[in-house]
């Protein structure tokens, strides 16, 4: 699925232009928004699924295997939303509704007013579906809670994906995985360049036979490379420090290496902002014909890139 342009505001801000409009959202606003608040939105997007679901003589699909969740950060949330988001604009497209624009990840340590952002996006989004799917019935009150944190919000995030995992869109393949290991490599490339390391390392090649467990594991060494990076060397540091998720066992999958990636994608974004900060994280294109023993070849590669900083 291609990512879309950035909203202008977004792109004006990465400029350096100041937007003053009246009603225009400030700085102090955007201060004000807490993990209450996203979550009172990501309960709306749950309900909206559910909704869907009832309509459509649906269940949501159960990851009956899932480990507990490791406390997230606003970046973990902020690109689980983003997952959340192209798999709505996956249902929107093959119900005949057109795609809609995500915002670029931020230059600067994301907040939960990013987070809000995207959730209101996905929710308005899903409101749309509801005269294709049948539904009739108004939208659930959900009212502020109180004393949530970000772990919280990505735990209703991940519900909200399974829910959308039973609605019929595809499921998520190699090639898929293979486009944010890719994207992942892209950021890496650009903390070397801005660290003096500018010399080229080709995507390697050449395995073969491999599954999405070997992936995941060759994935979850590059997050603990990180780890050992931002918290050994001075100038990679990130709010929180790179964190370390409950490893899976048990049938590994391709959605489950796409969440690993994903996670190690935020933390990367956020080591990219505090060593290069200039510029956005770009998205690869859709890919095509990959099969794990690819995605294995780009994560190792992403390993070596990682094991060149300091």
Do not use: C
Not at 6 to 20: C, W
Not at 118 to 132: G, K, P, Q, Y
């Amino acid at each position: 699925m291609r990512e879309k342009i950035a909203p202008l505001s977004r792109v004006l801000a990465a400029m350096g232009i100041v937007l003053v409009l009246a009603g225009w959202p400030g700085e102090a606003d955007a201060e004000a928004i807490t993990p209450d608040d996203v979550y009172r939105v990501t309960g709306k997007i749950n309900g909206e699924l559910a909704l869907l679901h009832e309509s459509n003589d649906s269940i949501p699909a159960v990851d009956t295997n899932a480990p507990d969740l490791a406390s997230r950060r606003p970046r973990h949330v902020l690109q689980k939303a983003r997952e959340v988001m192209l798999k709505v604009q996956l249902l929107r497209k093959i119900n005949g509704l057109a795609e809609s624009v995500l915002p670029p990840m931020p230059l600067r340590e994301v907040q939960p007013a990013d987070v809000k952002e995207m959730v209101e996006l996905i929710r308005r989004d899903l409101v749309a579906l509801r005269s294709i799917f049948g539904v009739t019935k108004a939208p659930i009150s959900v009212p502020r809670p109180a004393g949530k944190t970000p772990t919280d919000v990505y735990g209703d995030l991940v519900r909200a994906s399974a829910q959308l995992d039973g609605l019929g869109i595809p499921r998520i393949v190699p090639n898929d995985v293979y486009r944010v290991a890719l994207t992942i490599i892209g950021d890496l490339d650009k903390v070397r360049s801005a660290r003096g390391s500018p010399e080229p390392v080709p995507v390697q090649s050449g395995s073969k036979d491999k599954q999405p467990s070997d992936v995941y594991a060759k994935a979850f060494a590059l997050l603990q490379a990180l780890k050992t990076l931002a918290s050994e060397n001075p100038g990679f540091e990130i709010p929180g420090g790179v964190v370390l998720l409950n490893r899976r066992s048990g049938r590994i999958e391709p959605t489950h290496v796409m969440d690993l990636l994903n996670n190690i994608l935020a933390e990367l974004s956020a080591i990219k902002v505090k060593v290069e900060g200039r510029s956005f994280t770009a998205f690869a294109p859709p890919q095509a014909g990959k099969t794990p023993s690819h995605v294995y070849d780009a994560v190792s590669t992403a390993l070596v890139l990682a094991g060149t900083l300091e």
